[in-house]
């Protein structure tokens, strides 16, 4: 999207991920947000998603922006109002907007393994049917070789005929489960590039926390 944040980006494709059709022809019923660039407008969308990726926005903010954009009404007023009350970075903003990001991070890392849970399922029934109709076209295979071993062309070229059914329609799921492997494999990758970014957002609200410790201020209420 090059919407100039990467963890924005990473927002975005992750929603993208997850509001695509399977492969198996099904929508995912557990993203988030709704995109539709086109509709609201493709620079307030890279710009909303900047703003989450930085972490100006929470995601409650972010889910009703998203929604206004995805009915074409979002508008740049919209996120100035938002924008503007994160120009000031002292420290407890920054710690927000760390805070604002992991939650949006940990949002879609959730949403990530419920999406691969799903495509893994479709994939172990789409295996488990391309093997079975393998087994019904040799069946199919050895049922014509009978036939005309009987004399029977007729019914040996209707089975054969049945076999090459099958063998279409096994075509179809075959390309249909390696596109699932190829999902599968985006997924994992996205899901190691959000759990990489989570583990910065930990380490600044880390040392954050000891920052704001006050050693010579503890020591005297120690003595």
């Known amino acids: 999207m090059g919407c100039g944040s990467v963890l ?6 992750a929603d993208s991920l997850l509001q695509a059709p399977t492969p198996a022809g099904n929508s995912r019923p557990d993203a ?3 995109l539709n660039p086109t509709r609201g407008g493709g620079e307030l969308l890279a710009q909303l998603y900047n703003m989450y990726g930085e972490g100006q926005i929470s995601e409650e903010v972010f889910t009703a922006l998203q929604a206004l954009a995805n009915r074409g009404q979002l508008r740049q007023a919209d996120l100035a109002v938002h924008r503007a009350g994160s120009r000031h970075p002292r420290g407890p903003r920054m710690d927000q907007e760390v805070t604002n990001a992991l939650r949006g991070i940990r949002s879609r890392l959730n949403q990530l393994a419920e999406a691969r849970k799903g ?6 029934n789409l295996e488990a049917r391309t093997a079975e109709m393998a087994e019904r076209m040799a069946a199919k295979e050895r049922a014509a070789r009978q036939a005309l071993g009987e004399g029977d062309e007729q019914i040996a070229r209707q089975r054969l005929a049945e076999k090459a059914e099958l063998s279409t329609s096994r075509a179809r799921l075959i390309g249909q489960a390696q596109a699932l492997r190829d999902e599968l494999a985006r997924l994992t990758d996205l899901r190691s590039q959000l759990k990489a970014k989570a583990l910065e957002m930990e380490a600044v609200l880390a040392r954050g926390e000891l920052a704001s410790l006050d050693p010579i201020r503890d020591a005297k209420e120690s003595a």
């Open 119 to 124: 495509s893994e399922r479709v994939l172990s």
């Open 8 to 13: 924005g980006d990473l927002f975005y494709l």
């Open 32 to 34: 988030a947000t709704s």
